[in-house]
């Protein structure tokens, strides 16, 4: 079974970086054709697409336009992680973000993290 | 303001069958797929429906899918309390981004 994990600062403070991480376990993340995703949810309980990245394709991501000036997403396979990392960041980024494995490309998220809570205040 | 308009919320009373709405346009819904996820507050969304109508494994067949046009539904028959959850449309959009519905809380009355 395939085990997501987020990790991150729990609190940051506005204009600062925000760094993410993901941990698989229970599956190679160069293992398949999977697109590795960040997915976020306001406390209002929106969710909002941010990233992803392709397992096998070097340098295949995409990013959420409006976010995309501040974003970068990126695999390390020797660790079986995926990162995110949010600059600039402001009390409009608060939020608990998901990792998640998609396959189509799309929006099928088979495997999801349990989230982790990012607050930014000063 | 979120891409895809879903109603905010439905209700229904056990055994009944509920269904909930999805509207987009003509660049995600139109002309992508629609996958569904039923979240329980505190707990991370679970793939309900992927490619319009299909249940992943486990998934319960009182679950289903549908799409015309624009707009995407999702059906709930024989409706259980422990259907009690927030439901989320998705969809890849050709501006090249994943885009989601508000969300639909479901209460079971």
């Known amino acids: 079974q395939v085990h997501l994990q987020e990790s991150g600062p729990g609190l940051v403070k506005p204009s600062q970086t925000l760094s993410l991480t993901c941990t698989v376990s229970?599956?190679?993340?160069?293992?398949?054709?999977?697109?590795w995703t960040w997915i976020r949810q306001f406390p209002g309980k929106g969710l909002e697409w941010i990233a992803y990245v392709h397992n096998n394709v070097p340098g295949f991501t995409f990013y959420n336009p409006s976010l995309k000036s501040r974003l970068n997403i990126s695999m390390d396979t020797s660790k079986n992680q995926i990162s995110l990392r949010l600059t600039s960041v402001s009390a409009a980024d608060t939020a608990v973000y998901f990792c998640a494995r998609e396959k189509l490309g799309g929006t099928t998220f088979e495997y999801w993290g349990q989230g982790t809570l990012v607050t930014v205040s000063s | 303001q979120s891409v895809l308009t879903q109603p905010p919320s439905a209700s229904g009373t056990p055994g009944q069958r509920v269904t909930i709405s999805c509207s987009g346009s003509s660049s995600n819904i139109g002309r992508n797929s629609v996958n569904w996820y039923q979240q329980v507050p505190g707990t991370a969304p679970k793939l309900l429906i992927y490619?319009?109508?299909n249940r992943p494994s486990g998934v319960p067949d009182r679950f289903s899918g549908s799409k015309s046009g624009t707009s995407a539904s999702l059906a709930i028959s024989g409706l259980q309390s422990e259907d009690e959850a927030d439901y989320y449309c998705a969809a890849w959009d050709d501006s090249l981004n994943g885009v989601f519905g508000g969300g639909t809380r479901l209460t079971v009355l």
């Open positions: 490619s319009d109508y």
């Open positions: 229970g599956a190679s993340i160069d293992s398949g054709s999977f697109y």
